[in-house]
């Protein structure tokens, strides 16, 4: 079955970049649109923004000057880098599937998630 | 951007006991692209509805959507003891995609 894990550090300072890659297997990456979506601490969702294997992306507006995607077809990876980092930034970074083929999208499997901290 | 309020906050309901969670959208979702999650703790969110009012795949029917225009409802009839969790609703009809808030539905 599709499953994705995100990995990377779960610790970053304050002005760095966070940087997280999600690794996807049990589908083909060439085959979906995918996104970054955070979580704060006992608080709701935020999309980030989506890739395509095609380099088609869009990102949040509200932090569209900090966020790159990328995707690396060969190692079925897709990957996220949020620069100028601050606690508001503190997260858990889930990657997940859009359903639907296209950038507007809901999402049908999500990884289990990985909480960044941002702190010196 | 297109903003979700979701209400009530916190719903309390018995097992077996019908509950309603309403999401308000500040305008217009495009062609009732809507969709509801569920999320316990330390677990992502998992995909319940879709399109406003079709089930995802392994949804049992005791989970319904319905709505359109701005106003949208996820309800559950005869709730069991594992649907006792967050609720979020999620519009991707426009860009950016947006989340409501969430509504927790507890135990009574």
């Known amino acids: 079955q599709v499953q994705l894990q995100e990995s990377g550090p779960g610790l970053v300072k304050p002005s760095e970049t966070l940087s997280l890659t999600c690794t996807v297997s049990?589908?083909?990456?060439?085959?979906?649109?995918w996104s970054w979506i955070r979580q704060p601490p006992g608080k709701g969702l935020e999309w980030l923004g989506y890739?395509?294997?095609?380099?088609?992306?869009d990102y949040n507006p509200s932090l569209k000057s900090r966020v790159t995607l990328s995707v690396d077809t060969s190692k079925s990876q897709f990957s996220l880098k949020l620069t100028s980092v601050t606690a508001a930034d503190t997260a858990v970074y889930y990657c997940?599937?859009?359903?639907?083929?296209?950038?507007?999208?809901?999402?049908?499997?999500w990884g289990q998630g990985i909480l960044v901290t941002v702190s010196s | 951007e297109i903003v979700l309020t979701q209400s009530p906050g916190t719903l309390s309901l018995s097992p077996g006991e019908r509950g309603t969670l309403s999401c308000r959208a500040s305008?217009?979702?495009?062609?009732?692209?809507l969709a509801w999650y569920q999320q316990k703790p330390g677990q992502a969110p998992r995909l319940l509805i879709y399109?406003?009012?079709s089930r995802a795949t392994g949804i049992p029917d005791r989970f319904s959507g319905s709505g359109s225009g701005r106003d949208f409802t996820l309800s559950i009839s005869r709730p069991e003891p594992e649907d006792f969790a967050v609720y979020f609703c999620?519009?991707?009809?426009?860009?950016?995609?947006?989340f409501g808030g969430g509504t927790k539905v507890e135990i009574k």
């Open positions: 305008e217009n979702v495009r062609s009732s692209f």
């Open positions: 997940a599937r859009h359903l639907r083929s296209g950038s507007s999208s809901d999402f049908d499997y």
């Open positions: 049990g589908a083909s990456i060439s085959s979906s649109y």
């Open positions: 999620q519009q991707y009809g426009n860009s950016p995609l947006t």
């Open positions: 399109g406003a009012s």
């Open positions: 890739i395509h294997y095609s380099g088609s992306s």
